[in-house]
């Protein structure tokens, strides 16, 4: 990640206007809430005193929604372009697109967008077919939360799922590290304080964050960390079927399981029921990623929502509404990833800890 520079810092904040992220902060609401009615969007479900507080703090900072220019000299221009490695065979992308032509259209915007399969060569000749209108704006997209090197362009850009480390470039990523904080709390507000974790692919970013979400979580309740209820996984179902199976060997077998998929929480579950323990009588179980499947098993999967249609709005947000800075140091957009209650998750059995 990027460091801030000290002394430069204070200087520059002192003269950039305010941004839509200064109002939201002012008015103690969402940037999606200070978007929604400084665009007097029509059915949003807001209250007067919150449409006041977000207008009052507009006001009071002196902010106003600007529309983007493109360096190119697109003036006016009311198309974003919406660039991802892949739609069809992942519901990721799909999802985030469906965010960013929800809040394009209310807007009256319109989102044209391109696929480059993780193809460099595709990727570059996708890009300038999408360059050859004039865009008011260019969303890149991806699959997996990690750092990018997108392709050069004169074109306002926000990254979505991604980002670059020197914070040169907008991005709207999920909030990882507060997403497994919240999945464990969850689970030792349930009463369970020997809990597993079956940790995602291994040397990508939201692995990482969600086990230090995980961490925290057990520091803040005196819960000492042991490195015996960490199993390595790959979001699939194998590997979170093969983690239950080393986890209940263990001579203190964990009482709740926090899978960082909800692909290996079905392993999860499927191993557990071969060993004749019922979830969450005998264990319980969290996901993440609220995958349409997590609401047909049996029990129906609590688990975390991946908030990629949130994120896609966001995203177009950033364009629309003008919060990328003239210069230098851009803001990232952390999205909360809020738990989904179902019937996965209950009490230890009297004489568990």
């Not at 590290?177 to 995602?200: D, E, K």
Request: a neutral charge.
């Amino acid at each position: 990640m990027g460091n801030d520079r000290g002394g430069g810092e204070t200087e520059g904040r002192a003269a950039r206007p305010p941004t839509m992220m200064d109002v939201a902060a002012a008015a103690g609401v969402s940037q999606t809430t200070v978007s929604l009615v400084l665009n007097d969007t029509v059915g949003a479900r807001l209250s007067q005193d919150t449409r006041m507080r977000v207008r009052e703090a507009a006001r009071t900072l002196g902010y106003t929604l600007s529309r983007p220019q493109s360096a190119t000299g697109h003036a006016g221009s009311t198309v974003l372009g919406f660039l991802a490695e892949e739609i069809s065979t992942d519901p990721w992308c799909a999802i985030q697109l469906e965010g960013v032509r929800q809040r394009a259209w209310e807007s009256g915007f319109t989102v044209v967008a391109g696929v480059s399969h993780g193809d460099p060569d595709l990727e570059a000749a996708t890009l300038a077919s999408l360059s050859r209108q004039p865009l008011a704006g260019l969303i890149y997209a991806t699959i997996v939360t990690r750092r990018v090197c997108p392709p050069a362009t004169r074109v306002p850009t926000v990254l979505l799922n991604c980002f670059v480390p020197d914070h040169s470039l907008v991005s709207v990523v999920p909030a990882e590290l507060l997403g497994g904080y919240a999945a464990t709390l969850r689970l030792i507000r349930a009463g369970h304080r020997r809990i597993g974790h079956i940790a995602g692919q291994a040397g990508v970013d939201p692995t990482r964050d969600r086990l230090r979400g995980y961490q925290r979580a057990l520091a803040e309740h005196d819960i000492l960390f042991d490195r015996d209820l960490v199993r390595p996984g790959n979001w699939e179902p194998p590997t979170g079927y093969q983690a239950i199976h080393a986890l209940m060997a263990l001579p203190e077998p964990p009482t709740a399981i926090f899978a960082s998929s909800d692909m290996m929480a079905m392993g999860a579950y499927e191993a557990l029921r071969e060993l004749g323990m019922r979830v969450p009588h005998d264990v319980s179980v969290i996901g993440y990623d609220d995958r349409e499947i997590a609401q047909f098993l049996r029990p129906g999967l609590t688990t975390l929502l991946l908030p990629h249609h949130e994120m896609g709005m966001q995203a177009a947000a950033a364009l629309i509404d003008g919060q990328l800075r003239p210069s230098g140091r851009q803001p990232q957009i952390k999205v909360e990833c809020p738990v989904v209650e179902r019937d996965s998750v209950g009490p230890p059995r009297r004489g568990q800890r």
